[in-house]
């Protein structure tokens, strides 16, 4: 069985700074792409940046120049370093991950979601 935890998120000022890491773990024999969604209230589940296995990274265009999506492949752990955070990036943060697992079983994998609050 396969599983992603995500951890970090929280409540800063405009202006600062937070990290979100996210790792799976479990059966996993390769993960592909993994990547960073967020849902604010009422709102759909917009992407924010991705990191494909091998390829460049891309970035929604309302996070580009303060977000940076790395992978720690190692650890099987993605992290989205968040700068220069401001009220509008409020919302529930999630990763994703497109992992084959050691049955030869590809899926997307969601993380639990968590919370980050920008206030004014």
């Known amino acids: 069985q396969v599983q992603l935890v995500e951890s970090g998120g929280g409540l800063v000022q405009a202006g600062g700074s937070l990290r979100l890491s996210c790792a799976a773990s479990g059966s996993i024999f390769r993960i592909n792409s993994m990547g960073w969604f967020r849902q604010a209230p009422g709102k759909s589940r917009e992407l924010v940046a991705a990191?494909?296995?091998?390829?460049?990274?891309n970035y929604a265009d309302p996070v580009k120049g303060r977000f940076t999506i790395s992978r720690d492949n190692a650890k099987n752990t993605v992290y989205l370093q968040m700068n220069s955070l401001k009220p509008e990036d409020t919302a529930v943060y999630y990763c994703?991950?497109?992992?084959?697992?050691?049955?030869?079983?590809?899926?997307?994998?969601w993380g639990q979601g968590a919370q980050v609050t920008v206030s004014s």
């Open positions: 990191s494909p296995s091998g390829g460049m990274t």
């Open positions: 994703n991950a497109d992992i084959l697992d050691r049955g030869w079983r590809q899926r997307l994998y």
